[in-house]
């Protein structure tokens, strides 16, 4: 009898260690972007596949992608990309990459989280995007 008592409890510790390790494990790059005066925040998950990542439209110049992509480890790593929108498409303007994982950062969390602030013009109109990223647990 206690033997299928404790069938019961074993299962839901193990599911709870499951369920509890990967919600430890989830991780999320957010990116804190300002344009025109309104600050927003795109949050990116990892993605098998970065050709499946859209980019996002910020006010009617610009584009804004991230890419979190955690494997294969080879390819892991975090990418940004900012586009000039056209009238025939879009305009590469700005990309930046970063590895992944990330490295180690001892002592204050910094200011502008692992990308630092970085600032990308639109070359026809001068519309300008600024955005800095943070890993999220």
């Given at each position: 009898?206690?033997?299928?008592?404790s069938?019961?409890?074993?299962?839901i510790?193990?599911?709870?260690?499951?369920v509890?390790?990967?919600a430890?494990?989830?991780?999320?790059?957010?990116?804190?972007y300002?344009?025109?005066g309104?600050?927003?925040?795109?949050?990116a998950?990892p993605?098998?596949?970065?050709?499946?990542?859209?980019?996002?439209?910020?006010?009617?110049?610009?584009?804004?992608?991230v890419?979190?992509?955690?494997?294969?480890?080879?390819?892991a790593?975090?990418?940004i990309y900012?586009?000039?929108?056209?009238?025939?498409g879009?305009?590469?303007?700005?990309?930046?990459?970063?590895?992944?994982p990330?490295?180690k950062?001892?002592g204050a969390?910094?200011?502008?989280?692992?990308?630092g602030?970085h600032?990308a013009?639109e070359?026809?109109?001068?519309?300008?995007?600024?955005?800095?990223?943070?890993?999220r647990?």
């Open positions: 009898m206690a033997f299928l008592l069938k019961p409890a074993a299962l510790r193990t599911l709870s260690l499951l509890f390790s990967g430890a494990c989830a991780q999320e790059v957010a990116c804190h300002d344009y025109g309104e600050p927003k925040v795109l949050v998950r993605v098998a596949s970065p050709y499946t990542v859209p980019a996002i439209a910020v006010g009617s110049h610009l584009k804004f992608r890419v979190f992509q955690k494997e294969p480890r080879d390819l790593s975090i990418k900012a586009y000039a929108a056209e009238d025939d879009a305009t590469l303007i700005h990309q930046a990459t970063y590895p992944y990330l490295p950062v001892r969390k910094p200011r502008y989280g692992f990308t602030l600032s013009f070359p026809a109109l001068g519309a300008e995007l600024q955005y800095w990223c943070e890993m647990p």
